[in-house]
């Protein structure tokens, strides 16, 4: 049966889509210190720990995003974010005793980098269009952080982690 509700536009799309992305950033901040504690590689647990700090402030960002458009910050389960980082869960689970341990936890730090920096690309733009300036602003730094932290991590992965896991095949 036909309502006489409006149809969602841009702007609850927008809204619906912070609500996903609060929510993963919180996941992943409660996910990044398992993983570091997880990591045999010195430097990969302080990639972690670095990205964890800077989480933080990906989470309080997202908080002033929703003052910017009048809303109270709220969570919406997200099926993505749950899933890589179940992935990564089962990483750490079944490779503990590996020396592939590590190159494991790049891959899912790496999925989980990528799902940001697509999801904020994406709100970045939203916020654009729907002249949200101050959001846009917000979205871009921590955007910035995203894939500063995919570089490192690819870094990582080429030099010393994969390395030891090939060497000690
Ligand atoms: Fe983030
Ligand atoms: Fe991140």
Not at 48 to 57: D, W
Not at 64 to 76: L, Q, R
Not at 77 to 91: K, N, P, Q
């Amino acid at each position: 049966m036909a309502t006489n509700k409006t149809p969602k536009g841009l702007d609850g799309l927008f809204h619906d889509t912070l609500k996903d992305i609060y929510f993963a950033e919180k996941k992943i901040l409660a996910t990044l210190p398992k993983m570091a504690m997880a990591a045999h590689s010195p430097d990969l647990k302080a990639a972690f720990e670095k990205h964890h700090t800077e989480t933080q402030e990906h989470v309080a960002r997202l908080e002033e995003v929703f003052e910017v458009i009048g809303k109270k910050p709220a969570a919406k389960t997200c099926a993505a974010i749950m899933g890589i980082t179940e992935e990564g869960a089962e990483i750490m689970e079944e490779y503990k005793d590996s020396p592939a341990l590590d190159a494991g936890l790049l891959a899912a730090a790496q999925a989980v980098e990528h799902y940001e920096i697509s999801r904020y690309g994406t709100m970045r733009t939203w916020a654009s269009e729907l002249g949200l300036t101050e959001a846009v602003q917000l979205l871009d730094l921590t955007l910035a952080e995203e894939k500063k932290t995919d570089v490192a991590l690819t870094k990582l992965a080429e030099s010393a982690v994969n390395v030891a896991a090939e060497a000690a095949e």
